[in-house]
């Protein structure tokens, strides 16, 4: 199989921990699946057209939000949606396709991020009620979804650096179509969508990317790896 080739959508920082974790678990997980994996770190303000997307067999849409250009990183995850490209959302992904979701299917023109627009009335996107900061948590997986299927497990615990998550005024308008909660939190604040409509849709609060840096394989980096890679899981 030729090299496959996945485009990082973000605005890449040594400094973010996330973005270090990223950089060595993709290396892990082509080991482990003998594959090669082409890596492309594409910043979000040089996105201003699905033609730039063309011949990238996954899109990982990472970490470290407010990125220099929302509109850069909503036009990535469209075209994934839209495309039938695997997509992988943590941490600022998961938000972001949450606001095109909003904006695209649901027509909601005014759906908004709380970092960068306090005052939207429409804030699909709004603070969490206690920050994870460097925080972890165990996560309840819904049986029978891919991130459970891709843990084997009916928990996970894993890490976060995140103040803003998915606003309940508007949990059940959004959750309402092909998108579903798939993880919960203890309190059962959403943790995790999936589109069920799609060959790989998976958007997470929490950063699964952060087992590479103990030398571990993230279970779901290898689940988005083998729906890019056209694997059986």
Avoid: K
Wanted: aromatic content about 6%.
């Amino acid at each position: 199989m030729s090299a496959l080739t996945i485009g990082l959508i973000g605005d890449r920082d040594e400094a973010i921990v996330a973005h270090r974790a990223i950089a060595a678990a993709l290396p892990l997980t082509a080991r482990a699946l003998g594959l090669t994996i082409d890596a492309r770190w594409l910043s979000t303000d040089t996105i201003t057209s699905a033609a730039e997307l063309h011949g990238l067999d996954g899109l990982w849409c990472i970490p470290g939000s407010p990125y220099r250009s929302i509109d850069g990183a909503l036009l990535a995850i469209r075209h994934a949606r839209t495309h039938g490209v695997p997509l992988l959302g943590t941490c600022g992904g998961f938000q972001h396709a949450v606001i095109e979701y909003a904006r695209d299917v649901l027509g909601w023109a005014d759906a908004e991020h709380a970092e960068t627009t306090p005052d939207a009335s429409r804030a699909v996107i709004s603070l969490l009620q206690c920050a994870l900061v460097e925080a972890s948590e165990q996560v309840q997986l819904v049986a029978g979804s891919r991130i459970a299927r891709a843990y084997a497990a009916a928990t996970a615990h894993e890490g976060y650096h995140c103040r803003y998550g998915l606003n309940p005024d508007f949990r059940a308008a959004l959750l309402r179509g092909p998108l579903r909660a798939t993880a919960f939190d203890a309190q059962g604040d959403v943790r995790a969508i999936e589109h069920d409509d799609h060959p790989f849709y998976v958007l997470t609060l929490f950063q699964p990317e952060r087992a590479a840096l103990r030398g571990a394989v993230p279970p779901l980096v290898r689940a988005f790896v083998q729906a890019c890679a056209g694997l059986p899981r």
